[in-house]
C-alpha cells in the first residue's frame, strides 16, 4: 500500500505562488504516475495534472501554462509548482499514484478517480482576491 503525505498548502493572495509537495512511500514511486487533484466545497473533484514514469505530463486546461508538475525519484517526491494564483484555484490538493506509470492510454489521458490507485488525505489552498 503506497502512503502518500502531501504538504506546502495555505493561504496565498491571487497572482502568487506556492509548491506543493508529496512524499510517497511504501510502492515503487519510480515506476508510478503521479499527479494532483483538487476538490472545493460543493463541487465535484477535478484532475489537475499527471507525470508519468518518464516525466511526461499533462494538465488539465484551467492550469496550464500557470502550473507545473516535476518529481524527483531519488526523493520519493513529486511536486506542483503553482504560479499566477486565482481565488478559482482555491481547494484541497490531494497527491495520487497509478500504478504502471503511464499517463496516457492510447486513447484517452488518465485524468478520471477510478484511474488511481493510491490517494493523499490533502493540503489545503487558498487563495484570496
Known amino acids: 500500500q503506497v502512503q502518500l503525505v502531501e504538504s506546502g498548502g495555505g493561504l496565498v493572495q491571487a497572482g502568487r505562488s506556492l509548491r506543493l509537495s508529496c512524499v510517497a512511500s511504501?510502492?515503487?514511486?519510480?515506476?508510478?504516475?503521479m499527479g494532483w487533484f483538487r476538490q472545493s466545497p460543493g463541487k465535484e473533484r477535478e484532475f489537475v495534472a499527471v507525470?508519468?514514469?518518464?516525466?511526461?505530463?499533462y494538465y488539465t486546461s484551467s492550469v496550464k501554462g500557470r502550473f507545473t508538475i516535476s518529481r524527483d525519484n531519488d526523493k520519493n517526491t513529486v511536486y506542483l509548482q503553482m504560479n499566477s494564483l486565482k481565488p478559482e484555484d482555491t481547494a484541497t490538493y490531494s497527491c495520487?499514484?497509478?500504478?504502471?506509470?503511464?499517463?496516457?492510454?492510447?486513447?484517452?489521458?488518465?485524468?478520471?478517480?477510478?484511474?488511481?490507485?493510491?490517494w493523499g488525505r490533502g493540503t489545503q489552498v487558498t487563495v484570496s482576491s
Open positions: 511504501g510502492g515503487t514511486f519510480g515506476d508510478d504516475a
Open positions: 507525470i508519468g514514469w518518464n516525466s511526461g505530463t
Open positions: 495520487v499514484a497509478r500504478r504502471g506509470g503511464t499517463i496516457y492510454s492510447g486513447v484517452r489521458y488518465y485524468n478520471r478517480d477510478s484511474d488511481y490507485h493510491d
